[in-house]
């Protein structure tokens, strides 16, 4: 079985950034994602990223993968395997992986794992009828691979997610009818609000679905009020006809393979889901298992990019591998990571970071 | 209301613009209403009139003696927050962000959209600019009457 000092699981933003910053350190780096290309999340956003020069601001995610790629594919030092899972991750560092044609063993000296996260579902009569999309599958749909979901869409979940798939949904010329949140507040930043509701989108708050209508594909939907509680307002429901709906209701950390190998994680709301506790250099409870990204709590792609860096940095510290810039560069991502959490949609994964470091609680 | 509806009030949106005897020279006005970590208006602009500071969460502050109406920030910003206005006797002469197709041609009359997406008035377009540079977000000229200022927000074509 061969032996190498990284392997990253995930070639999304975190460990495109942090395989960048290992292979400048000099260490041999594998990456291995499940899909049949490297980028992540990135290469089905066609919009502007927010953030300053260090998270690539006002480039297009599909740019950013790009670059990001560009900078590491032809590295000496690198291996990519796309198109292959992780299937196992265990205690003495050794990946089972799965490339669809034959299962292989691999022993890490460091491993990251960079799985990002998955998308939460919402439970409602007939949720399973055919024209029902995650967001995600939206975007792959329509920005991958140009297909449109359907002619028109209703919205649920007004995060930064539901308002960019809108946008991109209305780009590509689909109709949304609506946007529903079952918060009384937008949930995703106010710039992309108004930029829909300038199109004539209408953002409805404190309202959710509670049923989609149909028989062998959805052809309405049955929308109702929530009171302050969430709690549904009988009486209040409406009818909107639409071929497709469209879930933006939030997302989870992967974080099995960390459970698997038996790092520590704990349920924290403020991040996502179960995550895997870290010390400050992003090292969960087992010694040598890493993680950086969505996959330790749900932000931005901006906040996965600075995480991957820094673990790197971390990761080729902890082999005696010090990048040559170490301390500056672990100085400077750390401060970037620090503004981008500053500001008031920073404070959730700064109080689920809080509380992540408290207790000992096992899941 | 602009965090139930993505409608900014008409205080929120008056707060951003200056008054109107500096329109006789086109600036931009930053509707930016919102503490979010982005900075990119203020690294794009050439001439030091937008700041943020190091804390990128801070909203751009507009030097408007110092703003060109270049519109090198429009493109700039992921949120599509910024435009720029100049004041031509009775009419407003707009250059908006706009990623949609089919873009506008010089001398088309779209339909003028204001800021709840309903159509208010009819918009001249007098040019669209697209560069490299800008990535794919244009620049829309249009053409508004000048009653118009502080509601017209963007075009739509007319069916």
Known sequence: ????????????????????????????????????????????????????????????????????????????????????????????????????????????????????????????????????????????????????????????????????????????????????????????????????????????????????????????????????????????????????LCLSVGLSPLHQLLSMVGAQVKYISELGGFVARVNDNFESTVKGVYVAGDAVG???????MMEGYLSGLHVADSLNKPHPEQENLLKYYQDELELLRKGPFGLKTKIGIEKLKVGESNA | MLNKTGIPTKSQTLSRFPQENILIKPKAVIECFEDIPCNPCETACPFGAITIGPNINIQPQLDFDKCTGCTLCVSSCPGLAIFVVQIKGDQALFKIPYEFLPKPQKGEIWDGVNRKGEVICDALIEGVRETNKMDHTAIVTARVPKEFLHDFITVRERK
């Open chain 1, 298 to 304: 749900i932000e931005e792609a901006s906040a996965a």
């Open chain 1, 1 to 244: 079985m061969r032996t190498v000092e990284l392997v990253i699981v995930g070639g999304g933003p975190a460990g495109l950034c942090a395989a960048k910053l290992a292979l400048e350190a000099g260490l041999e780096v594998v990456i291995i994602d499940r899909a049949d290309k490297l980028g992540g999340q990135l290469i089905k956003q066609t919009h502007k990223f927010f953030g300053s020069k260090a998270q690539y601001a006002k480039m297009r995610g599909i740019d950013i993968a790009k670059l990001l790629i560009n900078e590491i594919e032809n590295h000496q030092n690198l291996e990519i395997f796309t198109s292959t899972t992780v299937v196992g991750l265990y205690p003495d560092l050794v990946l089972t992986i799965y490339d669809q044609k034959k299962y292989q063993k691999i022993k890490a000296k460091r491993v990251i794992i960079a799985t990002g996260a998955s998308e939460k579902v919402l439970a409602f009569e007939n949720s399973d009828l055919p024209g029902i999309y995650g967001a995600g599958a939206v975007q792959t749909l329509m920005n991958l691979y140009g297909v449109l979901p359907g002619k028109e869409v209703l919205m649920v979940g007004s995060g930064n997610i539901g308002l960019i798939v809108t946008y991109q949904l209305l780009q590509a010329g689909v109709k949304v009818k609506a946007i529903l949140e079952a918060g009384s507040t937008i949930g995703g930043y106010k710039v992309h609000a108004a930029k829909i509701r300038r199109l004539g989108i209408p953002i409805i708050t404190n309202t959710t679905v509670s049923k989609a209508l149909g028989t062998s594909k959805i052809e309405a939907v049955e929308i109702v009020k929530l009171d302050e509680n969430w709690n549904k307002i009988s009486g209040s429901e409406e009818i909107i006809k639409t071929d497709a």
